[in-house]
Nanobody
Framework: QVQLVESGGGLVQPGGSLRLSCAAS????????MGWYRQAPGKQRELVAV???????NYADSVKGRFTISRDNAKNTVYLQMNSLKPEDTAVYYC??????????????WGLGTQVTVSS
């Protein structure tokens, strides 16, 4: 019913920047919120940033001041601008959406993830 497709991951040096994108497609009526999570090897998946339908944002303490989440409602797309990247930001980044379908049912959807590696 809903597909989330992430892009923009890759290899970057410490201090560098990347911009992740997540495009949602399907029978979408509206979003409650969309966000980014990440999972490093051997660790649990953790919330990175979330943005609500009203535009409110919330960030993990570890990325505050470095990452910015934004969205383009017309394109059903959410972005994560990541600056001043550190080796500890290395992880698979997953897009998540809590949304309302055209059938008015509420669903949670996950993307397949995109790898971000920060290394010199």
């Amino acid at each position: 019913q809903v597909q989330l497709v992430e892009s923009g991951g890759g290899l970057v040096q410490p201090g560098g920047s990347l911009r992740l994108s997540c495009a949602a497609s399907g029978s979408i009526f509206s979003f409650y919120f969309m966000g980014w999570y990440r999972q490093a090897p051997g660790k649990q998946r953790e919330l990175v940033a979330v943005i609500t339908s009203g535009g409110s944002t919330n960030y993990a303490d570890s990325v505050k001041g470095r990452f910015t989440i934004s969205r383009d409602n017309a394109k059903n797309t959410v972005y994560l601008q990541m600056n001043s990247l550190k080796p500890e930001d290395t992880a698979v980044y997953y897009c998540h959406a809590d949304l309302k379908l055209s059938t008015m049912s509420r669903v949670n959807s996950w993307g397949l993830g995109t790898q971000v590696t920060v290394s010199s």
